[in-house]
């Protein structure tokens, strides 16, 4: 038992031992600056930020980028909960662009309160298993009374012009000694 134990003189062996391990803990390099910052958080670290971040939605198969993009919306989500700018938020956080058009703003308008996502992509699209993590995402993020009606992807091609060029090369062939042709019609020679 040390002079600076706070533990009874009666203190079982076990008791000792683990004051005598969590002791040192303090020697442990653990900068809790970058295990709270998404951006430096390791890797293997960022399920557990997500959690303390509160984060609603989270896919172990994200990217990276993705995961830290979550995290890092997190807090604006939560702040603007039950509006369209939370839909944009929690959506372009995972690197998805939409675009909400809510029922008043449709032509002709829809059902009140409903909304549809616009989605710009490029030629991947969106894929199949993406839906149902969006759907997710929007349900946390939008108000209690509207409801999504459709998801509309306009896929859009970017292509840069291309340009090809042709050549041709060849040799020169010179006949020294040239036979005019003849014609053998039946027999019959015929000189050209």
């Not at 059902?111 to 699209?125: H, N, R, S, V």
């Not at 993406?130 to 859009?156: G, M, Q, Y």
């Amino acid at each position: 038992m040390s002079e600076t134990s706070l533990l009874p003189k009666n203190a079982s062996a076990f008791e000792l031992a683990l004051e005598a391990t969590t002791a040192r803990i303090g020697n442990v390099p653990v900068v809790v600056r970058e295990v709270w910052n998404p951006d430096t958080c390791p890797y293997n670290l960022l399920p557990w930020l997500a959690s303390a971040s509160s984060v609603d939605t989270w896919q172990a198969d994200w990217t990276d980028e993705q995961k830290r993009g979550a995290i890092k919306a997190s807090l604006a989500v939560h702040q603007r909960k039950g509006t369209i700018g939370a839909v944009k938020r929690a959506l372009a956080a995972i690197g998805l662009g939409v675009k909400v058009q809510e029922w008043f703003n449709q032509d002709p308008p829809g059902d009140p309160f409903t909304f549809k996502l616009i989605f710009e992509t490029d030629q991947t699209g969106i894929q199949f298993d993406d839906i149902a993590v969006i759907l997710e995402l929007v349900d946390n993020a939008k108000n209690l009374r509207s409801h999504l009606t459709e998801i509309v992807p306009i896929v859009t091609t970017r292509n840069q012009p291309s340009m090809a060029t042709a050549s041709n090369s060849g040799t020169e062939v010179t006949v020294d000694q040239y036979l005019d042709p003849i014609v053998v019609i039946n027999e019959l020679v015929i000189p050209i």
